[in-house]
């Protein structure tokens, strides 16, 4: 049996980490089972051999990996289900283990922050009104964490209080607010306020969900604007429902990931081929974190990678691309 | 009219089985690996017998196209995807009847087919251009009036932005842009017939082509036919073999299915599963329990990348339907996307 320590443990390779995983969920995880048999993959070497699952089976199927004649009843545990409107199948991931959620999320904003130097703020809706969303679930435990009593949720479609700005400033921390993309720009829409230079303004995405068009870059140029900081000071989460890691875009345009998480990028016609440095795929995740439900995940994504792993999003993959006819300039 | 008459009996001449000049073509598009031989055949033969039942009159009747009201005088910029043989056919011979000056970037994957028509054509010294060519940079400057070409939401900026720099079309040129991917088939009964049109309305041309079945909405399920499609199916193949052999993510997709326990039907080169979701691969087939009302939904959920609805015969209430049987073998006057593209141009001149 895997222990959940053993994901973060750093006296072993990812790949080494990321076998044993595979193993134990292709043993004990019904569904990725019958996907490796399909495939005819049986024992693997090295991480090219490891199927990717298509994110789609957390709408399609019950993604949990348990050992044989657990006790568990799937009835009683926490789960995470993706936001959609009524009538739509929403993802839904189990959570056997929250522990490893919380540390997943604690380690990895250390790697990539000194997170006890924050106030939390987020500007979403807040945990009771939303107890199935994963991120809320991430910003209620960093808020809860927090011993000084200034993290919170913000209350929605009220502007910043300078006031209480002030306050998180004199208490000698930071201050980090987490929203999603336009929720934020909302938030300066209704008025601008300054933050201290060194605040970090947090987007946890929603480019795709909004009415209105507009780059990331633009974005972001908006909301270092609004919140007079750098742009440098407005960073990017990229998270889901799927995932139990994530990983961060601490300024810039490209994503980094914690050290039990890595990303590919897929050749949508062959996931098991990795596309070339620098060409357009499908986003592939391994998140040694999802130990109990499918640690290796093909997502709908489209991105970009350069060496050393850090990678871009693109949007949502649009499937229509792919069948029909379609006059392509490089190959008609 | 005479002109039309000319151009009628030169395409009966090139259509002629015994055309050496259409047997060349014939040849190297089989001996380069183009198509198959199966394939290419069948397209002619819908062609003679479109061409045969009158098909031409009838479509110029159609689209109103008289000495007249033509499209005289203008320049038509067409770029062909050559997905299935002579795909660009129908819009060629639609501009030509037309009056329009035709100008034809044809596909690198099917140039001799259309090419040798089109030679035939210019050799009858029509008073109209006839052009073409596999380079899109023939048609530097042309400053056309309008352009049709199948596309998607992606590579539409692309094509737009290659026509600009080239100065090929005007800057209020119009385009006309086919966005339908597949058809639907609707299927209320289930006998010997319905089991033949539907495997060719899947399989013809590997299933290629939104006039291609990629969604069936049957009053039953897969299982409960699930057998006697699959000897159809292998049947077919031995007559029509499978040109092409489908990329990886067809067999992780027959994985996937196999991982949330969705029902299938594997055929290592085709793949029918259980699903009303957006058929995204080729070589797959979409399958769904429902009734009229499914189809309605389903419709009007995917929008204009559905070119089709088929049936075996029932009317659906609001819907515009096809018979299942000329899914592969359209009249000449069909309309991709529903649009008549000797009309348009009618139209689009007269505005």
Redesign the interface.
């Known amino acids: 049996m895997i222990k959940p320590d053993f994901i973060f443990k750093e006296d072993l390779t990812f790949e080494d980490k990321a076998i044993r995983i595979f193993e134990f969920q292709r043993e004990h995880n019904p ?2 089972q ?6 005819e993959i049986g024992e693997v070497h090295d991480l090219d051999q490891i ?1 990717l ?2 994110i ?2 957390f709408k ?2 019950d993604i949990i990996t348990a050992k044989d004649h657990s006790e568990f009843k799937i009835e009683d545990l926490e789960f995470f289900q993706s936001s959609g409107t009524s009538g739509m199948v929403r993802s839904r991931h189990y959570l056997m283990d929250p522990e490893i959620y919380r540390q997943s999320i604690i380690r990895g904003m250390q790697y990539f922050y000194d997170l006890d130097d924050f106030v939390i703020w987020a500007y979403t809706p807040g945990y009771s009104s939303n107890p199935n969303s994963s991120l809320i679930w991430m910003l209620n435990m960093l808020i809860e964490r927090d011993g000084s009593g200034l993290s919170r949720f913000l209350e929605l479609n009220k502007p910043l209080d300078e006031s209480e700005v002030q306050k998180a400033t004199e208490s000698g921390k930071k201050l980090m607010l987490f929203g999603a993309a336009f929720g934020l720009l909302d938030l300066v829409e209704m008025k601008e306020t300054e933050l201290p230079d060194e605040s970090i303004v947090m987007e946890t995405g929603g480019m795709k969900t909004h009415r209105r068009e507009m780059s990331r870059e633009e974005l972001h140029r908006r909301l270092a604007n609004g919140f007079g900081i750098p742009m440098s000071n407005i960073h990017s989460e990229y998270g889901m429902t799927e995932l139990l890691s994530q990983a961060y875009n601490p300024g810039g345009y490209w994503f980094g990931t914690p050290p039990w998480m890595k990303v590919t990028i897929r050749n ?6 990795e596309v070339k440095i620098g060409e357009e795929g499908l986003i592939g995740v391994m998140d040694l974190a999802n130990l109990y439900s499918c640690s290796f995940i093909l997502t709908g994504d489209k991105g970009i990678q350069v060496g050393g792993g850090k990678f871009q999003v693109l949007g949502r993959w ?12 490089d ?2 | 009219m005479q002109r039309i008459t000319k151009i009628s009996q030169t395409l009966k001449n090139w259509l002629n089985p015994k055309n050496p000049v259409l047997q060349k073509a014939i040849q190297q598009t089989v001996e380069e690996g183009l198509f198959s031989m199966e394939d290419v055949e069948f397209q002619l033969n819908v062609l003679r017998e479109n061409v045969e039942n009158g098909e031409i009159q009838e479509w110029i009747k159609r689209a109103g196209l008289n000495d007249r009201q033509n499209a005289k005088g203008e320049k038509v910029l067409c770029l062909h995807a050559g997905n299935l043989p002579l795909v660009g056919f129908q819009t060629a011979l639609g501009v030509i009847l037309s009056g329009a000056g035709y100008y034809g970037k044809l596909s690198r994957k099917d140039p001799y087919l259309l090419g040798s028509f089109l030679k035939e054509m210019q050799n009858l010294k029509l008073d109209q251009q006839i052009k073409f060519s596999t380079d899109l940079n023939a048609f530097q400057q042309l400053n056309a009036d309008a352009v049709v070409f199948a596309g998607s939401e992606t590579s539409v900026p692309q094509v737009k932005n290659k026509i600009s720099k080239l100065k090929a079309a005007l800057k209020e040129a119009n385009y006309i842009i086919r966005t339908a991917k597949f058809s639907i088939a609707y299927l209320d009964e289930w006998n010997e017939q319905v089991k033949c049109e539907l495997t060719e309305a899947m399989l013809r041309y590997g299933g290629k082509g939104c006039r291609s079945v990629a969604l069936v909405v049957a009053k039953f399920e897969l299982d409960e036919v699930k057998e006697e499609l699959l000897s159809e199916m292998q049947e077919f193949w031995e007559k029509n073999p499978q040109h092409q052999k489908p990329q990886p993510e067809l067999k992780y997709q027959y994985a996937y299915n196999k991982g949330i326990q969705r029902n299938q039907l594997w055929l290592e080169d085709f793949l029918i599963q259980e699903t009303d979701e957006f058929p995204e691969t080729n070589f797959t087939v979409n399958w769904v329990r429902g009734d009229e009302e499914k189809v309605r939904s389903l419709r009007m959920n995917f929008g204009n990348v559905v070119q089709s609805v088929y049936t075996t015969g029932a009317e659906i209430n609001g819907l515009k339907t096809e018979p299942l049987s000329k899914a592969q073998k359209p009249p000449l006057w069909w309309k991709p996307d529903g649009v008549d593209v000797v009309r348009i141009l009618l139209k689009s001149i007269d505005n």
């Not at chain 1, 949508?268 to 081929?273: G, L």
């Not at chain 1, 649009?318 to 300039?329: D, H, T, V």
């Open positions: 569904a990725y019958r996907f490796c048999e399909a495939l199927p699952l298509p789609k089976a399609d199927s949508p016609k062959n996931p098991m081929e649009n499937p229509q691309n792919l069948r029909g006819c379609n006059f392509l300039i190959r008609d």
